[in-house]
Antibody
Framework: QVQLKESGPGLVQPSRTLSLTCTVS????????VSWVRQPPGKGLEWIAA???????DYNSALKSRLSISRDTSKSQVLLKMNSLQTEDTAMYFCARFRQLGYFDYWGQGVMVTVSS | DTVLTQSPALAVSPGERVSISCRAS??????MHWYQQKPGQQPKLLIY???NLASGVPARFSGSGSGTDFTLTIDPVEADDTATYFC?????????FGAGTKLELK
């Protein structure tokens, strides 16, 4: 069955770089795209970045200068890097499979990232 | 960016019908999708492209609308439907989410 699982550090110091990994199973990254979506505590959802099945990438323009999304198809992993972290980047980070129409049909359980010294 | 406006909260009794609205600041065609999120869990897809029921979702859930006004309807509401419901548009770049409607049962 389709599964996505996020991994990464729970705590990151301000101004440092965050690296997150999404490991997928049950589908191929060359057939489906994967996005990252975050949710600050008690707040709504914010789309961050996407990598399409063909390998092209899209970023939220508000965060674009700080982001990099890539993939390793041999490992079925999607990688997200975000630099210059600030306290407002504290959030649950989800990876999700997205369909051509733009909706997210499967989500990982999320990984909580806290930015604090 | 396209702003999606949702009512913050609703309270209904089990067995009733509830409609959750989502209004877009600009047209999104029919590219509106709905998710359910329970505390401590990831979002779950309910409806895609305004009115299409996602796989495994009970037929008590339905969606309607086009352009700027959309509605998610639950009929009848069950106790397990206590959750926050988010709308998401994918017509305009970047795709955006509403702030969510928290559904509580009386």
């Amino acid at each position: 069955q389709v599964q996505l699982k996020e991994s990464g550090p729970g705590l990151v110091q301000p101004s440092r770089t965050l690296s997150l990994t999404c490991t997928v199973s049950g589908f191929s990254l060359t057939s489906y795209g994967v996005s990252w979506v975050r949710q600050p505590p008690g707040k709504g959802l914010e789309w961050i970045a996407a990598i399409w099945s063909g390998g092209s990438t899209d970023y939220n323009s508000a965060l674009k200068s700080r982001l990099s999304i890539s993939r390793d198809t041999s490992k079925s992993q999607v990688l997200l890097k975000m630099n210059s972290l600030q306290t407002e980047d504290t959030a649950m980070y989800f990876c999700a499979r997205f369909r051509q129409l733009g909706y997210f049909d499967y989500w990982g359980q999320g990984v909580m990232v806290t930015v604090s010294s | 960016d396209t702003v999606l406006t949702q009512s913050p909260a609703l309270a209904v009794s089990p067995g009733e019908r509830v409609s959750i609205s989502c209004r877009a600041s600009e047209g999104v065609n029919s590219y509106m999708h709905w998710y359910q999120q329970k505390p401590g869990q990831q979002p779950k897809l309910l409806i895609y492209k305004a009115s299409n029921l996602a796989s495994g979702v009970p037929a008590r859930f339905s969606g309607s609308g086009s352009g700027t006004d959309f509605t998610l309807t639950i009929d009848p509401v069950e106790a397990d439907d206590t959750a926050t419901y988010f709308c998401q548009q994918s017509w305009n770049d970047p795709n955006t989410f509403g702030a969510g409607t928290k559904l509580e049962l009386k």
